[in-house]
């Protein structure tokens, strides 16, 4: 039975990948917006390339894995097509276990990328390829599960982005993606510590540069898994009360 | 009528807030057959036949489908049911091949026996140059026969067929009241809302008629046909919802 359950979540990971993720608004997000960002800070100081590395990496997870996540399912059930599923002999966690895990392979293939283009033309070091990979796969797990909570919140695909945005951008700034979160005004360190992103950066910091901000890597990875298991749960609750009207 | 219902539906309830979509409806279907749910817009088909595909939950009462309840045994029970909704719920962007292969793998059809049925799925609705085609640049008549297909790919003992020939030209609409009959040759239950009363007529072996999320009545064409003293089955289905009465207004409004 759980065979079965992961094979249909594979399944439909796989035909969200074809349909919905490998085009080019989805490229566009995953990959333009962070370049275009990591350039203009950049160009305005070159010899802090290595301590943006870790918080562009992160952002092009974030974007990458919430830009399709976002709006797959509230533009399947708006064309019918997620009754489809819902008509399957799968768990409404299977199917949305599924649906996280299309935003997981993205986020993560282009936030591999991402860091492939920072070591080779940036000279951006790593010191544990391992826990490095480990770390964009469990900040992908975290922000796909955003997106799909986003996803099944939401009646119209506008609303979807709005309301992805309303988090997606404050996050930019209060994250420690730029300026480190130990360097912000102490009054938005609650916000801060409130939001996924930080953990995210921080996490990935450490293994680029050997050193943290905030918390220990391992309080980062238990808060990544204690978010991403509300947030999925969350949106499983959600879509049950969404179908039931 | 026993031993060999395969869904058997006991005091089905549905409410959303304070309304009553479906209130207290019992009834059995024979294995093999094909059972007609009749009723006029709003009457609780569409919601009867989500509750007993497991798309949403009932207020009260349950159901069972081979014995297994809905409340407790929907993931076994979707295992044996195929599913025609009222829309074509397919992919626009996939091919018909595509599509049948992603529902197959959906219900765990191995990959030698999905190309396999997809093959006799093809052919059996005449399909087969179509294989490659994306679902979105088909006919609304050609997107049926590929939903019809797609809920038959796991071979189901049983099929919801949901208003399948609305807004198909009569051609099309004929081909697929053909393939109807053949499902039930084949042994496979056929559970049918329509809004054609003529086409329940000549393809259902009884019919349930509902007005108001209440069953009024079920029985076989002929029986209903009889105990009305009507002339065909949609004299009788007139009789039975309490219709009569407006259609007389309509038709004296009409001659005004």
């Given at each position: 039975m759980?065979?079965?359950?992961?094979k249909g979540?594979l399944y439909?990971a796989?035909?969200?990948?074809?349909?919905?993720?490998?085009?080019?608004?989805?490229l566009?997000w995953?990959i333009?917006?962070?370049i275009?960002?990591?350039?203009?800070?950049i160009?305005?100081?070159?010899s802090g390339v290595?301590?943006?590395?870790?918080?562009?990496i992160?952002?092009?997870?974030?974007f990458?894995?919430?830009?399709?996540?976002?709006?797959?399912?509230?533009?399947?059930?708006?064309?019918?097509?997620?009754?489809?599923l819902?008509?399957a002999?799968?768990?409404?966690q299977?199917?949305?276990?599924g649906?996280?895990?299309?935003?997981v392979i993205?986020?993560?293939?282009?936030?591999?990328?991402?860091?492939?283009g920072?070591?080779i033309f940036?000279?951006?070091p790593?010191?544990n390829?391992?826990?490095?990979?480990?770390?964009l796969?469990?900040?992908a797990f975290v922000?796909s599960?955003?997106?799909?909570l986003?996803?099944?919140a939401?009646?119209e695909i506008?609303?979807a982005?709005?309301?992805?945005?309303?988090?997606?951008?404050?996050?930019?700034?209060?994250?420690?993606v730029?300026i480190?979160?130990?360097?912000?005004?102490?009054?938005?360190?609650?916000l801060?510590y409130?939001l996924p992103?930080?953990?995210?950066?921080?996490?990935?910091?450490f293994?680029?540069?050997?050193?943290?901000?905030?918390?220990?890597?391992?309080v980062?990875?238990?808060?990544?898994?204690i978010?991403?298991?509300?947030l999925?749960?969350?949106s499983?609750?959600v879509?049950?009360r969404?179908?039931?009207? | 009528?026993?031993?060999?219902?395969?869904?058997?539906?006991?005091?089905?309830t549905?409410?959303?807030?304070?309304?009553?979509?479906?209130?207290?409806?019992?009834?059995k279907?024979?294995g093999g057959e094909i059972?007609?749910?009749l009723?006029?817009n709003?009457?609780?088909?569409t919601?009867?036949i989500k509750?007993?595909?497991?798309?949403i939950?009932?207020?009260?009462g349950t159901?069972?489908?081979?014995?297994?309840?809905?409340?407790?045994?929907i993931?076994e029970?979707?295992?044996?049911?195929?599913?025609v909704?009222?829309d074509?719920n397919?992919?626009d962007?996939?091919?018909?091949?595509d599509?049948?292969?992603?529902v197959?793998?959906l219900?765990?059809?191995?990959?030698?026996n999905?190309?396999?049925?997809?093959?006799?799925?093809l052919k059996r609705?005449d399909?087969?140059?179509?294989?490659?085609?994306k679902?979105?640049?088909l006919?609304?008549?050609m997107?049926?026969?590929?939903?019809?297909?797609?809920?038959?790919?796991h071979?189901?003992q049983v099929v919801?067929?949901?208003?399948p020939?609305?807004?198909?030209d009569?051609?099309s609409a004929r081909?697929?009241r053909?393939m109807?009959k053949?499902?039930k040759?084949?042994?496979?239950?056929v559970f049918?809302?329509?809004?054609y009363?003529?086409?329940?007529?000549?393809l259902?072996?009884?019919?349930?008629?509902?007005?108001?999320g209440?069953i009024?009545?079920?029985?076989?064409?002929g029986?209903l046909i009889?105990t009305?003293?009507?002339?065909?089955?949609?004299?009788?289905?007139?009789e039975?919802t309490?219709?009569?009465?407006?259609?007389?207004l309509?038709?004296?409004?009409?001659?005004?």
């Open positions: 759980f065979k079965e359950e992961i979540s439909i796989l035909k969200d990948l074809k349909m919905y993720y490998f085009k080019p608004p989805n566009s995953g333009m917006f962070p275009v960002m990591a350039l203009a800070f160009l305005r100081n070159p290595k301590d943006l590395a870790s918080g562009l992160a952002i092009s997870i974030l990458a894995a919430t830009s399709a996540e976002a709006i797959v399912i509230v533009f399947e059930r708006r064309t019918k097509t997620f009754e489809r819902l008509l002999p799968l768990s409404l299977a199917i949305l276990f649906k996280v895990i299309g935003g993205f986020g993560f293939l282009m936030s591999s990328i991402f860091l492939v920072s070591v940036l000279g951006v790593f010191s390829t391992v826990f490095l990979l480990g770390s796969a469990l900040s922000f599960t955003f997106g799909t986003v996803s099944v939401v009646k506008f609303d982005m709005t309301l992805a945005n309303f988090f997606r951008f404050p996050m930019i700034f209060l994250c420690g730029f480190p979160v130990s360097a912000l005004p102490s009054f938005l360190h609650p801060a409130a992103l930080t953990y995210s950066v921080d996490l990935i910091r293994f680029i540069t050997g050193s943290y901000d905030i918390v220990h890597p391992a980062s990875v238990v808060v990544l898994i978010y991403s298991t509300v999925f749960y969350l499983v609750w879509l049950k969404r179908i039931e009207k | 009528m026993g031993s060999d219902s395969i869904i058997e539906v006991s005091d089905l549905k409410f959303y807030r304070d309304f009553s979509a479906v209130n207290h409806i019992n009834f279907v024979n059972f007609g749910f009723g006029p709003g009457a609780g088909k919601t009867t509750i007993l595909t497991g798309l939950q009932p207020t009260e159901a069972t489908i081979q014995g297994k309840d809905i409340r407790t045994h993931v029970i979707k295992k044996i049911i195929g599913v909704t009222e074509s397919l992919y962007e996939l091919s018909v091949f599509n049948l292969r992603f197959g793998q219900y765990g059809v191995s990959q030698g999905r190309d396999k049925r997809i093959g006799e799925l609705f399909l087969e140059s179509k294989r490659e085609a679902f979105a640049t006919s609304k008549g997107k049926r026969k590929v939903t019809i297909a797609a809920a038959l790919i071979s189901p919801f067929l949901d208003e020939t609305t807004g198909l009569v051609l081909i697929l053909a109807i053949e499902l040759a084949l042994g496979v239950t049918l809302t329509t809004h009363i003529e086409e329940a007529a000549q259902c072996d009884r019919v349930a008629i509902l007005v108001n209440t009024k009545t079920v029985d076989t064409p029986n009889a009305t003293n009507s002339k065909n089955l949609e004299e009788a289905f007139i039975i309490g219709l009569k009465e407006e259609i007389m309509v038709d004296k409004e009409g001659k005004r």
